[in-house]
């Protein structure tokens, strides 16, 4: 693998700013690459020699949003929290103000057809930050077992996880979705909060999720 230089570092973190400020402005699926080029004031011809194509580029952006969500994950296990709260504010994570705009990114990311045109340097680099983020929940649950916190067995545990994996999914092509505030009409009666409450407190937990749990949760988010 070619090593990169500084200069050209900087300036793919520049290309990367700016076409997240368009698909911010107007949306992941009208994105071109030629408003990037106009937006960073270059030739297409440079940004090939970037990204090799649209899919490179939308695995790199799921790459840094992963590697940002990692500071905050880190940061939510050392907040004082009961550890069911702790897991409920990890899965709300991606849905957080700050990063609404990535969610449908990294949906489209993950899609197999997306990431298998992205070259293997963008694979790299994105599975470079998804394995410790899904390392990180794993032996955060496991932690809670051997605690004596999470009484559930390992396949309810299993189970709970792939749920509420296949609930971020659903959430994260809604664009719109709000967490914290009003409910998205797709998603009434119950909020996201709501729903992953429910399936999380379907676990045993020697502390289970209560109504005093959102306060807490809340206060967490607004701390990131």
Same mark, same amino acid.
């Not at 690459?33 to 194509?53: D, E, P």
């Not at 840094?64 to 004082?80: A, F, N, P």
């Given at each position: 693998?070619?090593?990169?230089?500084?200069?050209? =570092?900087?300036?793919?973190?520049?290309?990367?700013?700016?076409?997240?400020?368009?698909?911010?402005? *107007?949306?992941?699926?009208?994105?071109?690459?030629?408003? /990037?080029?106009?937006?960073?004031?270059?030739?297409?011809?440079?940004?090939?020699?970037?990204?090799?194509?649209?899919? &490179?580029?939308?695995?790199?952006?799921?790459?840094?949003?992963?590697?940002?969500?990692?500071?905050?994950?880190? !940061?939510?296990?050392?907040?004082?929290?009961?550890?069911?709260?702790?897991?409920?504010?990890?899965?709300?994570?991606?849905?957080?103000?700050?990063?609404?705009?990535?969610?449908?990114?990294?949906?489209?990311?993950?899609?197999?057809?997306?990431?298998?045109?992205? !070259?293997?340097?963008?694979?790299?680099?994105?599975?470079?930050?998804?394995?410790?983020?899904?390392?990180?929940?794993?032996?955060?649950?496991?932690?809670?077992?051997?605690?004596?916190?999470?009484?559930?067995?390992?396949?309810?545990?299993? /189970?709970?996880?792939?749920?509420? /994996?296949?609930?971020?999914?659903?959430?994260?092509?809604? $664009?719109?979705?709000?967490?914290?505030?009003? *409910?998205?009409? $797709?998603? =009434? @009666?119950? @909020?996201?909060?709501?729903?992953?409450?429910?399936?999380?407190?379907?676990?045993?937990?020697?502390?289970? /999720? &209560?109504?005093?749990?959102?306060?807490?949760? *809340?206060?967490?988010? !607004?701390?990131?």
């Amino acid at each position: 693998m070619q090593v990169k230089s500084e200069k050209f =570092k900087r300036r793919e973190e520049l290309l990367l700013n700016a076409a997240d400020q368009i698909i911010k402005e *107007e949306g992941l699926i009208s994105f071109r690459f030629s408003q /990037l080029a106009k937006r960073a004031n270059c030739s297409m011809g440079t940004l090939y020699s970037y990204f090799i194509n649209k899919e &490179d580029l939308l695995v790199s952006l799921m790459a840094k949003e992963t590697q940002r969500l990692l500071v905050m994950h880190t !940061s939510v296990l050392c907040m004082k929290l009961r550890p069911a709260e702790t897991w409920l504010t990890l899965n709300l994570l991606p849905f957080i103000s700050p990063n609404r705009f990535s969610t449908s990114i990294s949906v489209l990311a993950e899609l197999p057809q997306i990431s298998a045109s992205a !070259s293997e340097e963008r694979q790299e680099q994105l599975r470079k930050q998804l394995i410790p983020f899904c390392q990180g929940t794993k032996r955060f649950l496991q932690r809670a077992k051997l605690q004596g916190e999470l009484l559930s067995s390992d396949e309810q545990i299993a /189970l709970c996880r792939n749920t509420v /994996l296949c609930i971020q999914r659903g959430a994260m092509a809604l $664009s719109t979705t709000l967490i914290l505030e009003e *409910e998205p009409a $797709s998603l =009434k @009666p119950i @909020p996201l909060y709501n729903i992953l409450f429910e399936v999380i407190n379907n676990l045993q937990w020697q502390h289970p /999720l &209560d109504n005093t749990s959102h306060t807490r949760i *809340e206060s967490a988010l !607004s701390q990131l």
